[in-house]
């Protein structure tokens, strides 16, 4: 369970939740990752790791499911469930 | 693998095979010329394998012991080979060293990152590559200790159809 309360996408204003509906696009899901959540509670720190993220992940020299396997990599590593 | 590798060459202080090392091994490493002939045809094949003239401090590590050491170097040539014809799909080896060299840089093993980084070059990756590996493997690193402090739960995805034989290594 969370150690912080996660506002729901509904409760964040109409530029958050546009970034929302692009991370929904850009996974193919039709949910908010938690993650994403918690980047746009702090957005002084969310907004830069959000730009650093849309500049390493898509398809450059290596595709984005090279990537998204190095993500899991470390995940596993790391022993992150989430 | 790589944390198998990677774990022996730390904790007994193998020297770097590419970068420049102070580092003095723990154990005697077992050189080519004073190895016994099972022992040369494993380090035969790993030289062949990786484009190195002498094999692998870690190799040398564990070579007292030679049914250990083949044992581990099938292991390793059976974890790192290309895919064998037939199965499309499968991680292609210069996939596998960017994999273990975000392995060794998220487990801080100085021998790994020296020797994953020499074969992700070798085996082609650009330096703008070798940055995209290490800027995913960072900006991860981050995003788990975020969630691990948070204890955000996992979310429940349902199982994605793939098509059949499709190469997920690819862009769509």
Same mark, same amino acid.
């Given at each position: 369970?969370?150690?912080?309360?996660?506002?729901?996408?509904?409760?964040?204003?109409?530029?958050?939740?546009?970034?929302?509906?692009? &991370?929904?696009?850009?996974?193919?899901?039709?949910?908010?990752?938690?993650?994403?959540?918690?980047?746009?509670?702090?957005?002084?720190?969310?907004?830069?790791?959000?730009?650093?993220?849309?500049?390493?992940?898509?398809?450059?020299?290596? &595709?984005?499911?090279?990537?998204?396997?190095?993500?899991?990599?470390?995940?596993?590593?790391?022993?992150?469930?989430? | 693998?790589?944390?198998?590798?990677?774990?022996?060459?730390?904790?007994?202080?193998?020297?770097?095979?590419?970068? %420049?090392?102070?580092?003095?091994?723990?154990? +005697?490493?077992?050189?080519?010329?004073?190895?016994?002939?099972?022992?040369?045809?494993?380090?035969?094949?790993?030289?062949?394998?990786?484009?190195?003239?002498?094999?692998? %401090?870690? /190799?040398?590590?564990?070579?007292?012991?030679?049914?250990?050491?083949?044992?581990?170097?099938?292991?390793?040539?059976?974890?790192?080979?290309?895919? @064998?014809?037939?199965?499309?799909?499968?991680?292609?080896?210069?996939?596998? @060293?960017?994999?273990?060299?975000?392995?060794?840089?998220?487990?801080?093993?100085?021998?790994?990152?020296?020797?994953?980084?020499?074969?992700?070059?070798?085996?082609?990756?650009?330096?703008?590559?070798?940055?995209?590996?290490?800027?995913?493997?960072? /900006?991860?690193?981050?995003?788990?200790?975020?969630?691990?402090?948070?204890?955000?739960?996992?979310?429940?995805?349902?199982?994605? +159809?793939?098509?059949?034989?499709?190469?997920?290594?690819?862009?769509?």
């Amino acid at each position: 369970m969370e150690i912080v309360r996660l506002p729901e996408p509904d409760e964040f204003g109409p530029e958050d939740r546009k970034i929302f509906d692009n &991370t929904r696009h850009w996974f193919g899901i039709d949910f908010v990752p938690k993650m994403s959540l918690v980047l746009r509670m702090r957005p002084a720190i969310g907004d830069g790791l959000t730009q650093a993220s849309r500049r390493a992940m898509p398809d450059r020299v290596l &595709t984005r499911g090279q990537k998204e396997l190095i993500a899991a990599a470390v995940s596993a590593m790391n022993v992150c469930e989430y | 693998m790589t944390n198998n590798l990677n774990s022996l060459a730390d904790g007994v202080r193998c020297p770097l095979d590419f970068g %420049a090392s102070e580092r003095r091994p723990l154990l +005697a490493l077992v050189e080519p010329d004073a190895a016994p002939p099972e022992v040369r045809a494993v380090y035969d094949e790993a030289c062949r394998f990786y484009g190195m003239d002498r094999p692998p %401090a870690v /190799l040398r590590a564990m070579a007292g012991d030679p049914a250990f050491l083949r044992g581990v170097w099938s292991a390793v040539r059976a974890a790192f080979g290309e895919p @064998e014809p037939g199965h499309a799909g499968r991680l292609d080896r210069l996939t596998k @060293e960017v994999l273990a060299l975000a392995a060794s840089v998220t487990a801080k093993s100085e021998y790994g990152v020296d020797f994953h980084l020499r074969e992700v070059r070798r085996l082609g990756l650009p330096e703008a590559g070798v940055l995209e590996v290490l800027q995913v493997t960072q /900006l991860f690193n981050g995003y788990t200790k975020i969630a691990d402090a948070l204890r955000l739960a996992p979310t429940d995805f349902a199982p994605l +159809a793939r098509p059949k034989d499709a190469d997920p290594m690819r862009p769509g």
